[in-house]
Nanobody
Framework: QVQLTESGPGLVKPSQTLSLTCSVS??????????WSWIRQAPGKGLEWMAT???????FDSPSLKSRTSISRDTSKNQFTLQVRSVTPEDTAVYYC???????????WGQGTQVTVSP
């Protein structure tokens, strides 16, 4: 059984960098044909895809976030991490990490972690 667990600071001040980590158990993040993503949901809004790292290590970031994101991984810890630079209150959301299979949908999700951006 694949399990994903997000961890993060909870509260971040505007202009700071938000760092979130997703710890994965039950499968290696380098297993072929998997991809690992960060997705968020702001209050009253739908799910927003932010970034993905593929099993090969290739990364993709949402252009709507204007190059403020970086996704990376630590294969020794079986974790992947998202950084969001220059956060504003509009970055307040529940942040999820999720696994997808190439050609398929997201099939495993973390429970989500609340991040609030406030002075």
């Amino acid at each position: 059984q694949v399990q994903l667990t997000e961890s993060g600071p909870g509260l971040v001040k505007p202009s700071q960098t938000l760092s979130l980590t997703c710890s994965v158990s039950g499968e290696s993040i380098t297993t072929d044909y998997n991809y690992w993503s960060w997705i968020r949901q702001a209050p009253g809004k739908g799910l927003e895809w932010m970034a993905t790292i593929v099993y090969s290590g290739s990364t993709f970031d949402s252009p709507s976030l204007k190059s403020r994101t970086s996704i990376s991984r630590d294969t020794s810890k079986n974790q992947f991490t998202l950084q969001v630079r220059s956060v504003t209150p509009e970055d307040t959301a529940v942040y999820y990490c999720a696994r997808g299979r190439v050609g398929g949908e997201y099939d495993y999700w973390g429970q989500g972690t609340q991040v609030t951006v406030s002075p």
